[in-house]
């Protein structure tokens, strides 16, 4: 465990029970959520780069236009 966490863990600790377990809760799902980003990205992997070489073949038969960020 670094430095740091460990401070957290200790500080968080004097929290009150209720605190402790929506903070517990939070982090928890915080890692869940991560993982599975981690794994639907990484499957996807060969989808997004056909996706890209697409993207830049129509940029490079010039069926693309400039963003203006002022129409958005």
Not at 52 to 57: H, M, Q, S
Request: aromatic residues 6%; negative net charge; glycine residues 2%.
């Amino acid at each position: 465990m670094t430095t740091l966490l460990e401070k957290a863990f200790k500080e968080a600790a004097t929290l009150p029970e209720v605190d402790q377990n929506a903070l517990a809760k939070w982090v928890l799902d915080e890692l869940h959520s991560e993982m599975k980003w981690q794994r639907t990205f990484g499957e996807s992997e060969d989808i997004l780069e056909k996706l890209a070489d697409e993207a830049l073949e129509d940029k490079r038969k010039g069926k693309t236009t400039p963003l203006d960020p002022n129409c958005l």
